[in-house]
């Protein structure tokens, strides 16, 4: 295949599966099947030839995943315009900011969203639409390019269109340019300034057939889709790659909490889960460890027979509680913390880690779980991918990983000294994380580079490495390992629920989070001992991808 058959790809297997369920949102009983789902592509086609947008123009796209939200995405690529996805969780002057630094023509919006945002402040827009009714919001210009009017024609000239109805026969989309920018996907970084990454069709070519060849789906198989679509994974595993091979998307359209996701996999039941490792480490820290600290379950696991059995009821357990029906779970975004994964790992439970940036839209490594290497982020992918590490000893010594290939994008939207601050004339992307790379490609990621510590005696300190063991620890929600005169201390958010539920205070956990502490010094090494913990009664502040701010804190 070449890099301009991707849209082929979606013509051909929606017109295959024309009759096969597509779409639907959890816990509503409206259905649209793929005939249904590339009717309204096909509406929303003639929407925008009717005001006038073409191959230059960008569509903002705001609100929480629903099927109109992804008709609306797959609507604007198929189209050959931009669609500029937008993670709904910045605040609203940043959502400005990003619709006008994208020079969006058209905004769809939920109508919670858009009570906050002022149609004044965004003076290229041409109209704004609800996601919620399908109803303009409101528009500029009304004299001169009446869009209303347009809205109020459109089903009078789409059936003039398909007079004889929509059939699986009109699904046809025009051959694009693989260099066309077809995403616009505003980063959620840390550093507290967000940039546009242009993904061009031959970014997203790359990501869609390396699943299908995967085999991640096919049709008919369900997909419980609970990331967030505007985000680069989600997007790509949750969306572009299952309506690439005829499954069946339901959409998640809640906060994720465990409580919620475990009912809604139990009823779904999907075939391959995406998640965040933040989701499993919740399970493991509410369901699996209070077990594995009984007493009865200590000495069985102490046994070699008898752990064996044990660990088996503990992994069928977990399948059930996933649903029971899928073949793997892919966890990706960030770090999956090593206790967890060495335990997943030791019950045999089928999941792997895979390794992405927005910038490579997003998908860098993956290995299927059966292959997986315990404390590896997959292995880079083979015909797309390549990767180097800037060590002097690449499968030893960390040092910065860089990534060229099929997935990597083609920069940062109206912003060239950040393009050429990470990618180089010789086309290799400066990711910011450090790792090391085995012989058979394997990648094993220790941290970002602007996070790590030089100590006094010269030795790098990884604090996310230290942050997940101490995530680990009794009444550790979540914590920041920071520099702190010659020394490291941290800041903890205490899990105030379950201290709750214990029947303690603030006063009682200091004295736990000083045993904490000890018990975190005996774990790591002497150049990463930690001098003091400080509870915080607030969670850290996040990017909308749920990363903490850490350039908000110190000590």
Not at 233 to 248: E, H, W
Not at 262 to 279: E, R, S, T, W, Y
Not at 310 to 333: D, H, M, N, P, W
Request: charged share 25%.
């Amino acid at each position: 295949m070449e890099y301009n058959d991707l849209l082929e790809i979606y013509a051909s297997c929606w017109r295959d599966n024309f009759d096969r369920n597509a779409l639907s949102t959890y816990g509503e009983s409206t259905v649209l099947t793929y005939g249904d789902f590339a009717r309204n592509i096909a509406r929303y086609h003639l929407l925008f030839e009717q005001l006038g947008l073409d191959h230059k123009s960008k569509i903002a796209l705001l609100g929480k995943n629903t099927p109109e939200w992804v008709t609306i995405f797959m609507a604007a690529v198929t189209y050959g315009a931009t669609i500029v996805p937008i993670l709904s969780e910045f605040n609203p002057q940043d959502l400005q900011h990003i619709i006008n630094h994208s020079e969006s023509d058209i905004l769809f919006v939920s109508d919670r969203i858009w009570e906050n945002l002022e149609f004044a402040d965004m003076p290229r827009l041409k109209a704004a639409v609800s996601l919620d009714s399908c109803k303009l919001l409101e528009e500029r210009n009304p004299d001169k390019h009446p869009v209303l009017n347009t809205f109020k024609n459109l089903t009078r000239k789409f059936n003039k269109k398909y007079p004889d109805g929509f059939t699986a026969d009109n699904i046809h989309y025009k051959k694009i340019d693989p260099e066309h920018v077809a995403v616009l996907n505003y980063t959620s970084g840390t550093t507290g300034f967000s940039k546009g990454v242009m993904l061009t069709l031959r970014n997203l070519w790359g990501n869609v057939t390396f699943g299908i060849g995967e085999k991640l789906y096919h049709p008919g198989d369900r997909c419980l889709s609970f990331l967030p679509l505007a985000h680069a994974y989600g997007c790509a595993f949750d969306m572009l790659v299952p309506l690439a091979q005829g499954a069946y998307v339901t959409l998640f359209g809640k906060v994720p909490t465990p409580k919620l996701l475990l009912k809604a996999l139990a009823d779904v039941k999907p075939n391959l889960i995406l998640c965040v490792p933040l989701i499993l480490e919740k399970i493991y820290r509410k369901q699996i460890q209070p077990l594995l600290a009984k007493r009865s379950m200590r000495w069985a696991t102490a046994l070699p027979l008898l752990d064996e059995m044990v660990y088996s009821k503990i992994r069928k357990r977990l399948v059930e509680a996933f649903g029971g029906e899928f073949f793997e779970v892919i966890a990706g975004g960030a770090p999956l913390n090593a206790e967890v994964e060495q335990f997943l790992h030791k019950i045999k439970f089928p999941f792997t880690v895979g390794y992405g940036m927005t910038e490579c839209g997003p998908l860098i490594s993956y290995a299927p779980w059966k292959e997986f290497k315990p404390g590896s982020s997959g292995k880079i992918l083979p015909g797309l991918m390549e990767a180097k590490i800037l060590s002097t000893d690449p499968a030893n010594i960390p040092g910065e990983i860089c990534v060229r290939g099929t997935n990597v994008m083609k920069g940062y939207y109206k912003n060239r000294e950040a393009t050429e601050a990470v990618l180089d004339k010789d086309g290799w992307l400066h990711t910011g994380d450090v790792g090391t790379l085995d012989s058979d490609n394997f990648l094993f990621i220790k941290g970002r580079s602007k996070t790590m510590i030089l100590s006094a005696s010269g030795q790098n300190i990884y604090p996310e490495e230290i942050e997940a063991k101490l995530n680990n620890l009794p009444y550790v929600n979540e914590s920041l390992v920071l520099e702190r005169g010659a020394g490291l201390s941290a800041l903890v958010y205490p899990d105030f629920e379950q201290a709750d539920a214990d029947g303690l205070t603030s006063i009682d956990l200091q004295p736990i989070m000083e045993q904490n502490r000890k018990e975190l010094n005996k774990m790591v090494a002497p150049y990463e001992q930690i001098q003091e913990i400080k509870l915080v009664p607030d969670e850290f502040e996040k990017t909308p991808k749920k990363s903490i701010k850490r350039y908000l804190y110190s000590f």
